[in-house]
C-alpha cells in the first residue's frame, strides 16, 4: 500500500509539526483523517483526486483530526464520512458508523477497522493485513509518547490492552498522525509499555511519600517543564491514578490520592 502523504498544516505545543492525513486510491480515493480545514490542506487533497474525493475516514473526535470535516464536504457535498458513533452522532453531519473488525473497501486493497481505545474511547486504527501496514492514528507517536486524555473519556488501561492488540498484529510498519513513519513499530509499542511501567512506578512511589494531587505528583515526575504541557502532564498523571484506583492500588477521596 502506498499513500499519499498529506500534511494538515497545523503546528502547535500540542500537535508538534501538525498532523499527517492519508490518501488512499484513484478512483474512490479515501482520506484517512481531515486535518483541520486549512486551505492549503484542502487544495493538496483536490491535487491528489483530480477526480474527486469519495470518502474520509476520521480515527477518533478529537479536533485535529475532524475539525476539517465541514470544509471537506463544503468541498465535496458527495463526499462519504465515517466514524466510529461514540458516544453520540454529530447530528449536524451524516456519519456512517464504523464498528470493530468492519471491512474498508479501498482502491488499494482491505482495511480493517480496530477499536482501540485509550488515548480517546472513540480511536479506531485501520489494518492492512497484505502490507502489514498499521494506521494508528494517535495511538503512536516515533520519539515521543501518546497523552491519554484521562478527563476526556481516555483510559490507560484500556491504552495498554490496545496496544497489546496491536502487537500481536506483528505490524511491519505504522502510519501515525503525528510524525514520521515507524519503521519498526513492534519495538515502539514495547518501548511503550516499559515507558507506562516506569511511570506508574513513579506515581506509586510519589503516593508513598504522602503527594496526594494530581497537580503534585504531576509536579514531582516533570520537573521544568514547559506551562503549555504541564495540563498534558496532569492529564497523563491521573490516568495512571484511574489505572490504580480500577486495580484497588490506589484510592481517591475527593480530588486526594494516597495507597490503600
Do not use: C
Not at 86 to 110: F, H, K, M, N, Q
Not at 244 to 252: D, H
Amino acid at each position: 500500500m502506498k499513500p499519499v502523504f498529506l500534511h494538515a498544516g497545523n503546528p502547535g505545543p500540542i500537535t508538534g509539526d501538525g498532523n499527517w492525513t492519508y490518501l488512499i486510491g484513484n478512483e474512490r480515493p479515501l482520506l484517512i483523517d481531515a486535518g483541520v480545514g486549512n486551505q492549503a490542506h484542502l487544495d493538496s487533497i483536490a491535487a491528489a483526486a483530480p477526480n474527486g474525493l469519495a470518502h474520509v475516514l476520521v480515527t477518533h473526535a478529537h479536533a485535529d483530526h475532524m475539525a476539517g470535516v465541514p470544509a471537506i464536504q463544503e468541498r465535496w457535498p458527495a463526499v462519504k464520512l465515517s466514524k466510529l458513533l461514540w458516544p453520540e452522532r454529530d447530528p449536524s453531519l451524516a456519519w456512517y458508523g464504523l464498528e470493530d473488525g468492519a471491512i474498508v473497501t479501498t482502491d488499494e486493497g482491505d482495511l480493517t477497522v480496530l477499536h482501540t481505545p485509550g488515548h480517546a474511547p472513540d480511536h479506531v486504527s485501520l489494518w492492512h493485513a497484505e502490507s502489514r501496514t498499521l494506521f494508528v492514528g494517535d495511538m503512536l507517536v516515533q520519539g515521543n509518547t501518546v497523552v491519554i486524555l484521562a478527563s476526556h473519556g481516555g483510559s490507560l488501561a484500556a491504552y495498554l490492552q490496545s496496544l497489546d492488540r496491536m502487537l500481536r498484529l506483528n505490524p511491519a510498519r505504522a502510519l501515525p498522525a503525528h510524525g514520521p513513519v515507524i519503521e519498526d513499530p513492534v519495538a515502539l509499542i514495547h518501548r511503550y509499555i516499559a515507558h507506562r511501567a516506569q511511570r506508574e512506578a513513579q506515581v506509586l512511589a510519589a503516593l508513598a511519600t504522602g503527594l496526594s494531587t494530581v497537580e503534585a505528583v504531576a509536579s514531582s515526575m516533570y520537573p521544568g517543564l514547559a506551562m503549555e504541557l504541564i495540563p498534558m502532564a496532569r492529564e497523563s498523571v491521573l490516568a495512571h491514578l484511574q489505572k490504580l484506583e480500577e486495580e484497588r492500588r490506589a484510592v481517591r477521596d475527593a480530588d486526594r490520592w494516597s495507597k490503600p
